[in-house]
């Protein structure tokens, strides 16, 4: 059974997932001034590295630690969330398998603790 990299479609689709994630996170009026001063090109390696990894891919992710990257930005429940439902816009744009699609999002939402401290801002 194929894993979760390969139903993707492998590693063009997902890059091709990636740059259109992180351009439209960049270009979003509610998070992307967060963005202004990071490398878009760096960011797009980070997440596809960070991405591959959880999805079964043969990718180790090379970045730092989740709660190390973000600890500067102080990044609120609201943002994190914005950025979620960016993630699932584009999972529904490139027709990404919903148990995939819904695999991912329950790891990002899982993550959640070590990108923002904003007490309460789990959405249930």
Request: a neutral charge; one cysteine or more.
């Amino acid at each position: 059974m194929p894993n979760d990299f390969d139903r993707i479609g492998g590693e063009p689709a997902l890059r091709a997932l990636i740059a259109e994630f992180v351009d439209r996170v960049f270009d979003d009026p509610m998070i992307g001034f967060m963005f202004r001063r990071t490398s878009r090109e760096r960011l797009r390696e980070m997440e596809y590295q960070h991405a591959a990894e959880h999805l079964g891919g043969p990718v180790v992710y090379g970045g730092r630690p989740l709660r190390e990257a973000h600890a500067p930005h102080r990044i609120m429940g609201g943002q994190f969330a914005r950025r979620k439902k960016i993630l699932s816009d584009v999972l529904v744009a490139r027709g990404v398998d919903e148990e995939v699609a819904a695999r991912w999002l329950a790891h990002v939402e899982a993550l959640r603790h070590l990108v923002t401290y904003d007490p309460g801002s789990e959405c249930r």
